[in-house]
């Protein structure tokens, strides 16, 4: 029988914050599971956090409730190798009845930072963790639940790691640095949470931290994604999306009645192309597919550091460490194509070819709708050929609506004509802003849309953009208004 203290203390205790939940419930996510079963239609039913006997399976989310089956089939298969490659997961099967993998996979902070902030920007990941973390989190929208799931898994997965990685850069204030194996080897015996991260996963962190202290331009969190505003984000659910349809006309299929209720990212606006008759990219695809979404492209200079500490430590299969040792643990580029941006975050978006004839019967304005990028036009000045956005983009309500989204550029192409394009990594580090030195391109090689910025960087921006002569073209008194 409980005493009296105990019944006063239990009574008197404050309920759990949102963010406390949260980081309950994130060790829970059954990640392993979901990547040790052998068939994919046995992974999509693996439930995103276990079932509670008295609970009714229908109402839990599965894996497989993410995403199209395709989708979700290639994410999988790009994690399975990933843990393979690493040796976290034993690549045949010892038996056929075998239903489960080998696996020494630790949980969702295994996973690739392409799916930590997929799962963190994906609504119905985020409606099953409201759903698991309880009252604390229920009158929290979407976009809220996302900044929380960032904050828990950064912490889960990274906090004392980031810490580590922060102290060894101190002072450093260019982004020259050389993150040799001599830097990670460094890192990985000062830090338990570093030496247990997947060797891809820790050069990102690296050079994020690195990024946060050189940049002036640069994303909040780890898990950051740019925020286009597309179609079937989070910034186009809720009560307020950017981006409305007039009440009661959600079907409709006229491509001119959406509202536009909020900013669009620069150089786009709020629009509903009919993607199944006309190919059309988001900003988004557009980034992954030219690997553009992030800085923090991987060297390899962690893998053999991060690869022997784990097989010390019990991390990795040890006939896996047998294979690894007789290629001399080399990381060369057949390695490295193995952790390229998967597929299924490119074909999650809104990007299609022509399909029929018919597909125009079947098209609903609210199925595209979002902030979609503008195509450049040519223009001529002092005859000389110029790649511009069109007067359109300023309906998207940015005050700098001249500018490609974020990470883009506007350029001629090889076959002379203007196209929107991924940054270079070159002229990413540099955070190349405003338009070129021979007047032709435009550039916004940094990772923030105006909405998204300080005060401070606003103003920093306007510096880039005044001293490229973008103030000869365009009105840039609005902008400054906003400063």
Not at 40 to 53: L, N, Q
Not at 340 to 364: C, D, R, Y
Not at 393 to 403: L, R, Y
Request: charged share 25%; net charge negative; proline share 5%.
């Amino acid at each position: 029988m409980r005493s009296k203290t105990d019944i006063e203390a239990v009574l008197g205790a404050a309920a759990p914050s949102c963010s406390e939940a949260v980081a309950d419930q994130l060790p829970k996510v059954q990640w392993t599971k979901f990547l040790k079963k052998w068939f994919d239609g046995s992974a999509r039913k693996v439930t995103i956090f276990p079932e509670a006997e008295e609970a009714d399976e229908s109402k839990h989310a599965k894996f497989g409730d993410i995403g199209d089956a395709t989708s979700i089939d290639a994410g999988r298969k790009y994690e399975r190798k990933r843990m393979e490659t690493i040796g976290r997961q034993a690549k045949e099967k010892e038996s056929e009845g075998e239903e489960e993998a080998e696996s020494l996979v630790r949980g969702v902070c295994d996973a690739s930072m392409w799916s930590l902030k997929y799962l963190s920007h994906s609504p119905v990941f985020l409606e099953e963790l409201q759903q698991q973390s309880g009252p604390a989190c229920s009158a929290l929208s979407l976009v809220d639940m996302s900044a929380e799931s960032r904050r828990g898994l950064v912490s889960m997965c990274f906090g004392t790691c980031l810490a580590t990685l922060s102290e060894r850069l101190a002072g450093q204030s260019s982004c020259d640095f050389d993150f040799s194996t001599e830097f990670y080897e460094d890192v990985i015996d000062a830090d338990d949470q570093c030496a247990a991260l997947p060797w891809d996963s820790l050069e990102w962190a690296a050079k994020y931290t690195l990024a946060a202290k050189c940049l002036t331009f640069h994303q909040p969190s780890l898990l950051s994604l740019v925020n286009d505003k597309a179609p079937r984000t989070l910034a186009m659910l809720g009560d307020n999306p950017v981006c409305q349809l007039p009440e009661g006309r959600n079907t409709t299929r006229s491509q001119s009645e959406y509202i536009q209720a909020g900013q669009c990212p620069e150089g786009s606006k709020c629009k509903c192309p009919n993607t199944n008759l006309l190919s059309r990219e988001t900003a988004k695809s557009m980034r992954f597919n030219h690997e553009g979404q992030s800085l923090h492209a991987k060297a390899g200079s962690a893998a053999r550091a991060s690869i022997i500490k784990q097989y010390s430590t019990s991390y990795v299969i040890a006939s896996t460490m047998a294979v690894l040792s007789a290629e001399g643990l080399a990381v060369g580029a057949a390695l490295l194509a193995v952790l390229e941006a998967p597929t299924f975050l490119v074909t999650g978006s809104v990007v299609l070819t022509i399909k029929n004839t018919l597909a125009l019967a079947t098209f609903h304005c609210e199925q595209t709708l979002g902030c979609w990028p503008q195509k450049p036009e040519q223009h001529m000045n002092l005859a000389r050929e110029h790649c511009r956005l069109p007067a359109k983009a300023e309906e998207g309500g940015s005050p700098v609506w001249f500018m490609p989204p974020p990470m883009m550029r506007l350029k001629r192409s090889k076959v002379f004509w203007c196209e929107m394009d991924v940054c270079d990594m070159e002229d990413m580090w540099a955070q190349q802003i405003g338009i070129g030195e021979d007047g032709r391109d435009v550039f916004n090689c940094q990772p923030l849309s105006w909405e998204g910025m300080s005060v401070a960087q606003r103003r920093e921006f306007l510096v880039r953009l005044r001293a490229s002569g973008a103030a000869e073209e365009y009105d840039l008194e609005p902008a400054e208004a906003q400063v």
